[in-house]
């Protein structure tokens, strides 16, 4: 049986260099301009995996070097151990001409760590919110029910269940209630979290248009949107006296992009089929309306 990928050494390799693919790309684009084209990518490889060896940085450079012999071409060589979107960059950029490619890659180092900061705070905002709704659950489901409802009924003297207060009443019955049901409410709550947790990338459609307003939906849009722009503005940003269309940025975008980023970006796309212009483009439900009112004054 074939093992997957992500689970072989280079796969295992590649995830734990994607920390550390912000400075390799800054040490590219030194070695392109100070060695003048005189080391190839293939030398800076080979040499790279002599000097890590058995690091996540060494066994990639040696499978690279290797790939690249193979295949001859960067994209099939780098597929996989790169995120998509970088790799179609990365490709771009090299067959820009060296100027372009040192400088281009300085500016995906800058993307890639504001990136990453951006997704550390969606994690962590995260995180405290499922936090949060745990405890909230773990306290209904299991507190209520089966610790602090049995410990009233044996601290509460003998009272005919009729003769409590209609709260009470509704507190007991509602614990019993849990009870009865605690392992199909379990299997809901556990299916719920997996629907929400898979909306995020997934779910597009009027409700997730509503969604996008409010809390974890809303930072989770404003992160893909500051992303996706700055990566467009960093890639048609003029080099060596060259100039990428903004249509060629958002395609770049596309690779390896989330369903809902995806219907983003080919609305991106449908505005530029219409002759649209400035913020415009970006009118399709990825920006928050005060970043896009603000983006057309600037326009």
């Known amino acids: 049986m074939k093992i997957p990928f992500y689970f072989t050494r280079v796969g295992q390799a590649a995830k ?17 301009e100070d060695t003048q084209g005189r080391r190839t990518f293939l030398s800076i490889l080979d040499a790279d995996a002599q000097r890590y060896g058995r690091s996540a940085r060494g066994v990639l450079s040696a499978y690279w070097a290797h790939r690249i012999v193979e295949t001859g071409e960067l994209g099939t060589t780098l597929h996989r151990t790169l995120p998509q979107r970088e790799v179609a960059e990365f490709v771009s950029l090299q067959t820009q001409g060296q100027a372009v490619f040192a400088g281009g890659l300085r500016d995906m180092a800058a993307v890639v760590r504001l990136t990453a900061k951006l997704r550390g705070i969606l994690v962590r905002t995260l995180a405290v919110a499922a936090l949060m709704l745990f405890l909230v659950w773990a306290m209904v489901m299991l507190a209520v029910p089966y610790v602090t409802a049995p410990m009233l009924q044996d601290a509460m003297p003998d009272i005919r269940f009729e003769l409590l207060s209609p709260s009470t009443q509704a507190f007991f019955d509602m614990a019993h209630w849990i009870r009865d049901k605690g392992v199909r409410l379990w299997l809901v ?33 404003d992160v893909q ?25 958002i395609e770049l975008q596309l690779p390896g992009a989330t369903r809902w980023l995806t219907r983003r970006l080919q609305a991106v796309q449908n505005r530029l089929d219409e002759a649209k212009k400035g913020a415009e483009i970006f009118d399709v439900g990825l920006l928050d309306r005060e970043i896009y009112w603000y983006l057309e004054d600037l326009t």
């Open 16 to 32: 734990k260099f994607a920390r550390a693919r912000a400075d390799w790309y800054e040490y590219l684009a030194d070695m392109t």
């Open 189 to 221: 709550s556990i299916a719920f979290g997996v629907a929400v947790h898979f909306s995020f990338p997934y779910m597009d459609n009027a409700l997730r248009r509503w969604l996008d307003k409010w809390g974890p939906y809303r930072l989770y849009r």
């Open 225 to 249: 949107a500051i992303a996706v722009v700055s990566t467009a503005a960093t890639a048609v940003k003029p080099r060596a006296g060259k100039v990428m269309q903004i249509r060629h940025a």
